[in-house]
T-cell receptor, first 115, second 110 residues
Framework: DVKVTQSSRYLVKRTGEKVFLECVQDMDHENMFWYRQDPGLGLRLIYFSYDVKMKEKGDIPEGYSVSREKKERFSLILESASTNQTSMYLCASRGDRVPPYNEQFFGPGTRLTVL | GQQVMQIPQYQHVQEGEDFTTYCNSS?????IQWYKQRPGGHPVFLIQLVKSGEVKKQKRLTFQFGEAKKNSSLHITATQTTDVGTYFCAGRGNTGKLIFGQGTTLQVKP
């Protein structure tokens, strides 16, 4: 079974703090994604990565950055957390070599509250 | 940009009633996926549709992809309490990115 793990289920931070959200997958997947989930808005793509050290902006990258130094690990960074970044953050991974190729596997999510 | 709209946002049904959620894209899709998220859980892949007019079934769930590949639906026959959750469609357009709909949250009254 594919396992996608995230470093924390719940996180509380203060405005202005630097926040790191870590995601690790164990299936040697090439592609990794960070989404945020808000009521009524569904899942919105923040950043994604197709390969190590490679990153692409998603639909809402402002206020976020990412790092992918190793294939299995994809980190989301909030340089200076703000209250409007309070949300559920979901990491996902997807392989290119195993059918159905397009299925995304999600981690359990991190519920971040910024005070 | 590409948008995927999903309706309704919420649906409450009596156990045993049918349920349908609809997905519409502003552009033609190369494929569409459906995910289910149980309360407190994370989205889990259900199915992918690729061909125009495709219909797939998984027990009481029926998935359809429109002829124009711009819309899709998920129909659940005779809902059960285990069907509770939020159902998301996700369409892949010409950018290659997966765009998620807003989701439909299903509540089932026993």
């Amino acid at each position: 079974d594919v396992k996608v793990t995230q470093s924390s289920r719940y996180l509380v931070k203060r405005t202005g703090e630097k926040v790191f959200l870590e995601c690790v997958q164990d299936m040697d997947h090439e592609n990794m994604f960070w989404y945020r989930q808000d009521p009524g808005l569904g899942l919105r793509l923040i950043y994604f990565s197709y390969d190590v050290k490679m990153k692409e902006k998603g639909d809402i990258p402002e206020g976020y950055s990412v790092s992918r130094e190793k294939k299995e690990r994809f980190s989301l960074i909030l340089e200076s957390a703000s209250t409007n970044q309070t949300s559920m953050y979901l990491c996902a991974s997807r392989g290119d070599r195993v059918p159905p190729y397009n299925e995304q596997f999600f981690g359990p999510g991190t519920r971040l509250t910024v005070l | 940009g590409q948008q995927v709209m999903q309706i309704p946002q919420y649906q409450h049904v009596q156990e045993g009633e049918d349920f349908t959620t609809y997905c519409n894209s502003s552009t033609t899709l190369s494929n569409i996926q459906w995910y289910k998220q149980r309360p407190g859980g994370h989205p889990v892949f259900l199915i992918q549709l690729v061909k125009s007019g495709e219909v797939k079934k998984q027990k009481r769930l029926t998935f359809q992809f429109g002829e124009a590949k711009k819309n899709s639906s998920l129909h659940i026959t005779a809902t059960q309490t285990t069907d509770v959750g939020t159902y998301f469609c996700a369409g892949r357009g010409n950018t290659g990115k997966l765009i998620f709909g807003q989701g439909t949250t299903l509540q089932v009254k026993p």
